[in-house]
């Protein structure tokens, strides 16, 4: 039996360990992408014989996506594998809650408004940001927008409430 590797810290043990090895990863993230493609598959028609239906090609890559995913979760069983380390988890969902954020206050508050808190929540995922840094960036970020979409490109870009 072959000895763990030794990192300073505790080897998860059990599914955990399985999940956590890179081969682990991938296999939940194709089955995520199988059940995703199953799902937005499901109301589409297979067809018949020589005449595939639009349903055909999805369903053979969900079929693939899952073969993959086993073949993935079999060669995580084997011992040995090395698991990933996740790190600091804030930066990356900080990242993400500034994306979401500015994605659900765009059509409210205009690309200025959006911008702004998409500025202030990213901030968030470092540490010893000052406010000033952020007001200029903001306004820099916000005039940079204006200036390329609404005067370069000449689109109908609504910067504030009820602008266009």
Sequence with gaps: MAAEPRTGRPQPR????????????GAVFLLICALIVGIEASGLSMGRGRMVGPGYFPAI????????AVILLVQAIAPGRV?????????????????????LTFPFLG?????????????????????????IL????????????????N???PMYPGDV
Excluded at 14 to 25: V, Y
Excluded at 116 to 135: D, F, H, N, T, Y
Aim: charged share 10%.
């Design 61 to 68: 890559l969900c079929a693939l996506f899952v073969l993959f």
């Design 83 to 103: 698991t990933v380390a996740f790190g600091p988890l804030r930066p990356a969902a900080m990242m993400i809650a500034a994306i979401a954020a500015f994605c």
């Design 111 to 135: 690309a200025g408004g959006a911008i702004i808190i998409l500025v202030v929540i990213a901030a968030l995922a470092e540490s010893g940001r000052r406010p000033l840094e952020l007001l």
């Design 155 to 157: 689109l109908q870009l």
């Design 138 to 153: 903001s306004v820099v970020l916000v005039a940079l927008v204006w200036l390329v979409f609404r005067i370069g490109l």
């Design 14 to 25: 059990g599914l955990w360990r399985i999940l956590t090895a890179r081969e682990g990863l």
